[in-house]
């Protein structure tokens, strides 16, 4: 009669603690989904500001190649504004060759040296539907003792930057695509920041 009782009794407390495991898992798994999801949602928060920044600092650098120009070449202003970064020669700036022509470009910073390069990698802009390979030119790189992203220096990250110049028809404004690819997943997702120069700075 005792055995009986104990053994009715172990099978309702087995029964119990099934339907409070069933219980515990029901409520947990919306809780894990909201999590992952959380944790996704930042990642991708994460890579859009840094998206966001680059783009930015893109055009940026773009601004600053038109104002050293500005500088050094003081006296021609009008004609070498839009003359390469590396073209230094006062007496033959304004030459056509010589000037930054229209295409997709990279930026070259050169880490540690004041000097930037551009260098012309394709006469059109990337497409929307751009497919990033780990051996693409566009693919930035993080150096982890300067934090600072670039084309030069450290490991492969997950951003494409492109700067895709063109011209107005008189060939006084230049207008620059600063472009940032990403991976979200699976999927491909950009930031485009745009901006226009001329020979003269902005008041």
């Given at each position: 009669?005792?055995?009986?009782?104990?053994?009715?009794?172990?099978?309702?407390?087995?029964?119990?603690?099934?339907?409070?495991?069933?219980?515990?898992?029901?409520?947990?798994?919306?809780?894990?989904e909201?999590?992952?999801?959380?944790?996704?949602?930042?990642?991708?928060?994460?890579?859009?500001?840094?998206?966001?920044?680059?783009?930015?600092?893109?055009?940026?650098?773009?601004?600053?190649?038109r104002?050293?120009?500005?500088?050094?070449?003081?006296?021609?202003?009008?004609?070498?504004?839009?003359?390469?970064?590396?073209?230094?020669?006062?007496?033959?700036?304004?030459?056509?060759?010589?000037?930054?022509?229209?295409?997709s470009?990279?930026?070259?910073?050169?880490?540690g040296?004041?000097?930037?390069?551009?260098?012309?990698?394709?006469?059109?802009?990337?497409?929307?539907?751009?497919?990033?390979?780990?051996?693409?030119?566009?693919?930035?790189?993080?150096?982890?003792?300067?934090?600072?992203?670039?084309?030069?220096?450290?490991?492969?990250?997950?951003?494409?930057?492109?700067?895709?110049?063109?011209?107005?028809?008189?060939?006084?404004?230049?207008?620059?695509?600063?472009?940032?690819?990403?991976?979200?997943?699976?999927?491909?997702?950009?930031?485009?920041?745009?901006?226009a120069?001329?020979?003269?700075?902005?008041?």
């Open positions: 009669m005792e055995n009986k009782f104990l053994k009715s009794h172990s099978g309702e407390t087995l029964l119990e603690v099934m339907v409070a495991v069933s219980v515990l898992v029901l409520i947990m798994l919306p809780v894990g909201l999590n992952i999801k959380a944790i996704r949602n930042n990642a991708f928060n994460r890579d859009h500001l840094v998206a966001e920044n680059l783009a930015v600092e893109g055009f940026e650098i773009m601004r600053g190649i104002d050293t120009n500005l500088l050094r070449f003081s006296t021609k202003e009008e004609l070498c504004w839009n003359t390469k970064p590396d073209f230094k020669d006062m007496d033959k700036c304004g030459e056509p060759g010589n000037k930054i022509e229209p295409g470009y990279i930026i070259k910073e050169n880490i040296s004041p000097d930037v390069g551009l260098v012309l990698k394709a006469p059109d802009p990337l497409k929307d539907d751009f497919s990033p390979s780990d051996d693409s030119a566009y693919r930035l790189k993080l150096d982890s003792s300067t934090k600072i992203y670039s084309h030069d220096v450290g490991e492969p990250t997950n951003f494409y930057r492109e700067i895709y110049i063109e011209y107005s028809t008189s060939k006084k404004t230049m207008f620059i695509s600063s472009r940032v690819f990403f991976k979200n997943g699976a999927k491909i997702k950009k930031i485009t920041r745009i901006t120069l001329t020979s003269k700075t902005e008041q």
